[in-house]
């Protein structure tokens, strides 16, 4: 199948997934990344295309996405290569897409919405796990109230991860964690409030963090106020609210430099037979101003599978052009059930309303 798509950290963790399923659908991108051996190595196991090249000098990366119809930008952390990646598509006319979960990101890609309509030009982010399967399921939940207020999405499953996953985890140990409120986003304490939520298998502990919904929600459903859990063991909670005075430490660069080569050291991410056996579980749930709530839940495959997949369809529909111009979210682009054409997803209805409670000392 003719598919002009240049795939950008092609050769990392989940880069590699991708490249491999686009391949496995029948499709030819051409890979790149910084380091010439690694995508000639990569290239060459696929029979595949390549291009090497860092984005340091402008020029040089529009020259490289120019001939392309769409750039998915596998290379995290996403806080270094979305801002070069997403100006040399728009200065070119090239789509762009990206498997970030980080809210800077996403905030920054939202906020060139006019710049991309212009251009010509569609800026879709998040087509992988984070956050396919909770915007989906938000946009679900936003159809099931006349004027839902308020949204709360919790994860259950990311027990393991991959080196650029590790690095953008680095990251955020600097940061605090953040909210939506009244259509804004504001920081606020690690690990600032718990809920009790039932997956599907009974109650666990969940604690709020800083997922990419914070921003992408709001865009995908128009709901003022967004918050974000993921189960935790209890332990966990209590570690979270202590190391909250390091954050100034995790901030500093030799810091930041030693965290992400021990990340590079020591984390491969989950094997094949990990990925087989592992599942993840959405909730959600939407409250309007008269108490009235709904909620639901998903079930999906292994994540890093699962955005594998996601990511070659987002891209295939994107470039068969079925997405409008300008900034858009997996569920604006392709409405609320697009997680359910995958294998493995299901939805179900739950009852709402299981119990919240707010952290101690907040």
Request: glycine content about 10%.
């Amino acid at each position: 199948m003719d598919w002009e798509v240049l795939v950008y950290g092609s050769y990392g963790y989940t880069g590699a997934l991708v490249a491999r399923t686009a391949v496995e659908s029948g499709y030819s991108p051409t890979l790149a990344g910084r380091t010439t051996e690694r995508v000639e190595r990569q290239a060459t196991e696929l029979d595949l295309d390549h291009r090497a090249f860092s984005l340091e000098h402008r020029t040089v990366v529009e020259d490289q996405v120019a001939a392309f119809d769409a750039v998915l930008n596998c290379a995290g952390p996403f806080s270094a290569t979305a801002g070069p990646l997403a100006s040399a598509c728009i200065a070119t006319g090239t789509d762009y897409l990206d498997i970030t979960g980080e809210i800077a990101v996403l905030e920054s890609l939202a906020g060139r919405d006019e710049e991309a309509r212009n251009a010509g030009v569609t800026l879709l982010p998040a087509v992988g796990f984070d956050v396919v399967p909770t915007d989906c399921l938000a946009a679900h939940l936003a159809s099931r109230l006349s004027s839902p207020t308020r949204l709360t999405l919790a994860i259950d499953g990311l027990d393991t991860f991959s080196p650029g996953t590790g690095k953008s985890m680095v990251e955020g140990l600097s940061r605090p964690a953040a909210v939506r409120e009244d259509g804004e986003i504001r920081t606020v304490p690690a690990a600032a409030e718990t809920r009790r939520i039932d997956f599907g298998r009974g109650t666990k502990t969940a604690v709020s963090i800083p997922w990419g919904d914070v921003a992408t929600a709001y865009y995908t459903t128009g709901i003022p106020d967004v918050r974000t859990f993921a189960a935790v063991p209890e332990f966990a909670v209590g570690l979270l609210r202590r190391t909250r005075p390091l954050a100034p430490l995790f901030a500093s660069a030799p810091v930041q430099r030693a965290l992400k080569a021990l990340v590079d050291a020591t984390v491969s991410g989950p094997t094949a037979e990990e990925r087989a056996q592992d599942v993840a579980r959405v909730w959600g749930e939407v409250v309007d101003d008269e108490g009235d709530r709904a909620a639901a839940r998903l079930r999906t495959p292994d994540p890093y599978d699962l955005t594998a997949r996601t990511a070659v369809v987002a891209t295939q529909r994107l470039v068969a052009g079925e997405v409008a111009d300008g900034f858009q979210t997996p569920a604006s682009a392709f409405g609320p059930d697009f997680v359910l054409e995958f294998e493995g997803v299901e939805r179900e209805d739950a009852t709402a309303g299981v119990g919240a409670t707010a952290g101690p000392g907040d």
